[in-house]
């Protein structure tokens, strides 16, 4: 059974700067626990589950080698952030990114620039892991990757998807980008525009795009609206799959047009 200890251990990684502390972070659900029992054991450091979910697992787990422990409903209550906890819980270890950079002449990736609802910044996660982005990039004041409902909202794409924190200065300094484009207001429709590989530049749901990366923008790129409309905006991670939607057609479809 579980201890208070741990308990207190597990609650205490709901926050970032114990999760930062001790490089350790929470994933829920039936799902994504035996996702990652699938695919990457080695990051497990220890599975919570009831005993529905032991009764059924138990011989996979073991297989893995993965320390499991017994809890209660009550106590898998506590230690989780979900109103309904779905069944387990598994404490993981932060992933070993090998720090390469994809081919901007090859690919087009994100970058998140103080993205800070962890929802928006989940669902961009499953976004880009839907269509084939394996590696996106934020700016420092983005919302955690292992943020707990970060990992919820992904549905299982954190383990798929690689997320790099880097200023956008610092990233053109370290690759060469030929297209950075940016979703702004005043930018070309993306319906009408060419679009290429490269970097896609999405701002904060309230703000837009930072002041001091709009210099690196070459491209910039709208999604048009209907005309009087009334709505304003869009969500970042509505907005984001509109745009990185057209970029998968146009890229991938081109030639069948």
Request: positive net charge; hydrophobic residues 40%.
């Amino acid at each position: 059974m579980i201890s208070k200890n741990q308990i207190g251990f597990i609650q205490s990684l709901h926050l970032k700067k114990y999760r930062d502390t001790h490089q350790l972070f929470i994933a829920e659900g039936i799902k994504t626990v035996l996702e990652l029992v699938n695919t990457v054991p080695q990051v497990i450091n220890e599975v919570f589950a009831e005993k529905d979910f032991l009764n059924a697992n138990t011989e996979l787990i073991n297989s893995k080698k993965i320390k499991i422990t017994l809890v209660s409903d009550s106590d898998l209550k506590r230690i989780s952030l979900q109103t309904s906890p779905n069944k387990v819980l598994a404490v993981c270890h932060y992933f070993d990114y090998e720090q390469t950079l994809i081919d901007f002449n090859k690919h087009f990736t994100l970058f998140l620039d103080d993205i800070r609802d962890p929802g928006n910044f989940g669902t961009i996660i499953r976004l880009a892991n839907w269509y084939g982005i394996s590696q996106i990039f934020a700016s420092p004041n983005s919302c955690d990757f292992y943020n707990p409902k970060v990992i919820q909202s992904t549905m299982g794409a954190f383990i798929r998807v690689k997320c790099n924190y880097v200023e956008l200065s610092e990233l053109t300094r370290r690759a060469v980008i030929p297209k950075i484009y940016g979703a702004v207001l005043s930018g070309k429709p993306i319906y009408t525009e060419k679009l290429e590989t490269g970097l896609i530049v999405i701002g904060n749901e309230a703000n837009g795009i930072q002041s001091k990366n709009l210099s690196f923008i070459n491209n910039p790129i709208t999604i048009p609206a209907a005309a009087q409309n009334g709505t304003e905006s869009l969500n970042a991670a509505i907005a984001t799959g509109i745009i990185v939607s057209e970029f998968y057609r146009q890229l991938n479809f081109k030639n069948q047009l």
